[in-house]
């Protein structure tokens, strides 16, 4: 993981635009948001369903680099005052802390941007076909029908209860869209993979998607914010509806732990080909920030 970690790093580092090219202070928001911080969550799933489908780890490397900076942008935008409004992340002070409001606003939107040039100006699958599919992929799991919207239903949803089916409805599209597509991008890298073993690594990033926000939820009332690096009890304090909300502590755990076994069990068909994936099940849920 450390390794990956590091070559997403390097290569973040080398495909944003550097500090001192005008804009500058954009650019340099910009790569405040995306380097220098973060699990890499979802670079890592790309490189786990990569490596499954026994891909060019140049090729993947792009992909991985493509979702981080759709995570940096929904993060930093999800920060500002208009959203949840919050001061810390990774951390450090939040991207519209350190710079300001209308850099940070700029700097989500220029890395989303970011994101579809590295898809479009690389060669990353076998046939254009399937390239524009994944261009396909990864904006719809952005938008209003994806992330976005799963954020607006999320801003929507502070201080009224919900049931559990529209919980998971909100959390399967604000956080599970975008970890789904860097599964179904970084295996779209590789051999060609029949219709059924696409349908298996969805059903697994969704599970996996679902789990790593049931945890999420967990951490958010039972880690320190100097762990997580982010205001902790945030969601309580807001009055959100969380897992912890519906269920309880225990409760959220023991779901998130089903959610892993059902992770593992969706990737039985490929054997020792999805270990990666399959160890990454465990560490979303098991984690400790
Ligand atoms: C603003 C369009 C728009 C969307 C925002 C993902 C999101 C939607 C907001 C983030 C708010 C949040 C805390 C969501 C809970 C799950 C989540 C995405 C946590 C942060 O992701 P990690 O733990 O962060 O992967 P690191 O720092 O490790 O990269």
Redesign the pocket.
Known sequence: MSAIQARVEAALGRLLPAPDIVPQRLHQAMRYAALG???R?RPLLAFAAGDLATADASRVEIVACAVECI?AY??V??DLPC??DDVLR?GRPTCHVEYDEATALLAGDSLQAVAFQLLAEHRLAGDAETQLEMLRILAAACGSRG??GG?AIDLASVGKPLALTELEHMHIH??GALIRASVALGARCGATLSIDELGQLDRYAKLVGLAF?VV?DVLDCEASTATLGKTAGKDAAANKPTYVSVLGVAGARAMADELRVDARKALSGFGAKAKRLAALADFIVLRKF
């Open positions: 911080g973060g699990k969550v995570h929904s993060l935008h999800d959203m949840d990774r992330m976005a954020q604000k956080t926000q999420d």
